[in-house]
Structures are given as C-alpha cells and as structure tokens.
C-alpha cells in the first residue's frame, strides 16, 4: 500500500471513529454504517483525482461534488434531475429537512428519533468533516491540523450529550493518533534508505579497495 492511500485509509478512520462520539445522541446508531459507506466512496474518489494527478483544488471540488450527488440521491432523490443531480428544488428539500431536523434536536431528548432532517444533519456532518480531514491529511500532506474538524466534531457531541464519555473521547484519539503515525511514516518513507555505519578512514575507496599506506621513513 502506498503513503498515500494509506493516509487516506487512517483519514477515512479517524473520522469514522471521531464521529462514533454522535451514537449515543440518536436512536437507531445504524446510520454510521452508512455514513462510513458513503464515506469511503468520498474518499475512493480523492485517491482517483490524486492519482490522475488533478490539481489539489480540483481533486476536493470532485469529492465536494460526488458528496452532493451521494446526498441528493439518498435524501432528495425525488427533487432532483434525473434522481442524482441536484437543482433548485434539490436545494429546498435540504433547507426543509434542515430546518426540521433543527426543530426536531431542540424537540426531543437524548437520544433523538432518526428522522430524516436529523439523519442529514448527522450524516452531512460527518461528510463534510470527513472532506476536511482527507484534504488537510492526504491532498495538502499536513495531518497535524487535521485535528481540528475531528475537534470540532467531537466538540459538538460532547455539548450535545453534557460531556461525552471517556471511551469515546479515546477512540476519537486513537483515530487521530493514528492518522499522525501514519503521516509520519510516510515522511519517513520519502527520505529514502538510511544507511548506517562507521567512517571510513582515509585512504578508504568506495569500491571496497584500500589504499596502500606507507609505515617506513624515507
């Protein structure tokens, strides 16, 4: 596996497991199946566009737009062309469901049904923070500040739940970790081999054949 895919692979995981701190907030927790699926395909198509190679803004406005196309077809599928590309009533359908799934937070308690408007709003969450770690970690190499969208995430939740628990808290860590290590290596990588050894003494050929040293005096 190469550098690349493997950091988008830690960037899809770190995400996944930042945004399992959102379980305990709606009931069913089935929807993280799906949005790790529809996150997967987020990131396939950013190692597709690095691989071509695509120009850094071109390969995140191709996973943006595959990620609109994947939420028109799941939630808006009846208001949009031809059920996949979105249009202007594509775009009212998700102000209405946002608008509801707003009511709906503000309506419930702890945990919430999964209506629709809440299900947008937990799923496109965690899309788009899931664009902003694998544009920051994989597409611009910087990892580190990846960081702060899975804060924002987890941030979110611990507001939302009063405090999120320990075990969460350490599973969005081992993600992030994770994630660092692995860009990590794949710095590492791009040093080449390191070779280690004692100097050579003076006279020392790098063909292996040493020069003839004079003991005697003249």
């Keep these: 596996m190469s550098g690349r895919a493997r950091l988008a692979l830690c960037a899809w995981a770190a995400t996944i497991m930042t945004a ?8 069913p927790e089935t929807w993280i199946f799906q949005a790790a ?32 196309a994947m939420l ?22 998700f102000g209405s469901l946002l608008r509801s799934g707003a009511d709906d937070v503000s309506r419930y308690a702890i945990p919430a049904p999964m209506t629709d408007g809440i299900q947008l709003m937990v799923i496109g969450g965690v899309l788009v923070i899931g664009l902003m770690v694998d544009a920051l970690a994989v597409t611009f190499r910087s990892a580190a500040p990846a960081g702060l969208p899975l804060l ?26 994770t994630l660092l290590l692995a860009e ?4 590492l990588s791009q040093w080449g081999r390191v070779f280690g050894g004692a ?9 292996g054949a040493v020069a003839p040293v004079r003991t005697g005096r003249r």
Excluded: K, N
Aim: a positive charge; hydrophobic letters at 55%; charged letters at 10%.
């Design 152 to 177: 924002a995430l987890y941030s979110v939740a611990a507001g939302l739940s009063d405090g999120a628990a320990w075990l969460f808290f350490l599973i969005a860590s081992v993600g992030y970790l």
């Design 37 to 68: 699926v529809m996150l997967a395909v987020q990131s396939g198509v950013g190692a597709l566009a690095r691989r071509v190679p695509l120009a850094r803004a071109l390969t995140v406005a191709a996973q943006a737009l595959v990620t609109l």
């Design 72 to 93: 028109t077809l799941v939630f808006a599928r009846q208001q949009a062309v031809a059920g996949l590309f979105p249009g202007p009533e594509a775009f009212q359908h």
């Design 199 to 207: 100097a050579r003494a003076p006279g020392m050929e790098t063909g």
């Design 20 to 27: 399992c701190t959102l379980l305990p907030l709606v009931d």
């Design 184 to 187: 990590s290596r794949d710095r």
